[in-house]
């Protein structure tokens, strides 16, 4: 990979980051939440990875990170949330990424999409998919790249020649 390349460790940390800016003074996890954790916080997971090798045609391709943030109040003797808090805590949440991108590095990863689920009773779950476009070149060898290049053009002159 080249110098400079976001890793998804990256972008973990800048959505860490913008839940600090949105929750002032809480604590945020990463991954797991140890056993008698602080509320109210929130938790951060990469649970996805995907990628689009048809997104932007031969020279770039589409990089998807799913991350996973749950989103904890504080809870009584029975430990039992109030649930219009914890409603209110995932538009919170979700608003955080309301400009539709977050600044990793020197790149912007689009906001692809967001969805909140408030259906538990101590926490709500907010997945948030970012899009990163990155060149083609930063996954496929010099070599196979000018292959692909050819074969996409022999494939694009015979269509225009067949019609």
């Known amino acids: ?4 390349t976001i890793l998804p460790a990256d972008i973990t940390g800048a959505v860490v980051e913008r839940l600090k800016e949105a929750f002032p003074g809480e604590k945020v996890y990463t991954d797991l939440a140890p056993r008698d954790f602080e509320r109210p916080s929130n938790m ?6 995907g990628f689009d090798p048809l ?11 799913k991350v996973k943030i749950t989103t904890f109040s504080a809870v009584d003797e029975v430990h039992a949330s109030h649930l219009p808090v914890l409603d209110l805590r995932s538009l919170l949440v979700m608003g955080a ?7 990793v590095k020197d790149r912007a990863p689009k906001v692809q999409s967001m969805e909140a689920d408030t259906s538990f009773f101590d926490c709500a779950v907010v997945t948030l998919t970012l899009a990163l476009t990155l060149d083609r070149a930063d996954f496929v060898g010099p070599e196979l790249y000018e292959l692909m290049q050819n074969l996409e053009l022999q494939v694009r002159v015979k269509k225009e020649n067949d019609t």
């Open 1 to 4: 990979m080249r110098e400079g």
């Open 44 to 49: 951060v997971e990469l649970v996805k990875l």
């Open 55 to 65: 997104s932007h045609g031969m020279s770039g391709v589409e990089l998807l990170y």
């Open 97 to 103: 990424f309301a400009a539709g991108y977050i600044r």
